[in-house]
């Protein structure tokens, strides 16, 4: 058998593996925080305070609604963009009409007068 080569040894590094295979990668910058609306917290917000006052358990309201446990944590701290459909499941999940829940979440993004 021959030996590798000078320039075929130079292509592959020190240790004979490729380059791109052993070079330290940097590390990735942190996503930033994507905007949701204001209202969409705030309706995420009363949907959480409302399931807290009636003391019901993420995962049974996640599971009533067809979501994941972590979809409804990420929609009630407002960190997603959800759709009044999915907003409509929770609320008919836990017994709340979307009406109120769309009505307390305007007043609490001031878009309504107390």
Known sequence: MS??????KRQH??????????????????????YTHPFSREL??????????????????ADLAKLSRSALAKM?????????NMAMRVCDAM??????????ALRRAGRLPR
């Open 44 to 61: 995420g917000r009363t949907i959480q305070a409302w399931r807290r006052a009636h003391r019901l358990k993420a995962t049974v309201v």
């Open 13 to 34: 590094g020190k240790n004979g593996w490729p380059s791109w295979l052993t070079r330290k990668r940097r590390p990735q910058a942190s996503p930033t925080k994507l």
């Open 95 to 104: 017994g709340l009409c979307i009406a109120a829940a769309t009505f307390e």
């Open 76 to 84: 009630e701290r407002g960190e997603v963009w959800f759709s009044i």
């Open 3 to 8: 030996t590798p080569s000078k320039a075929r």
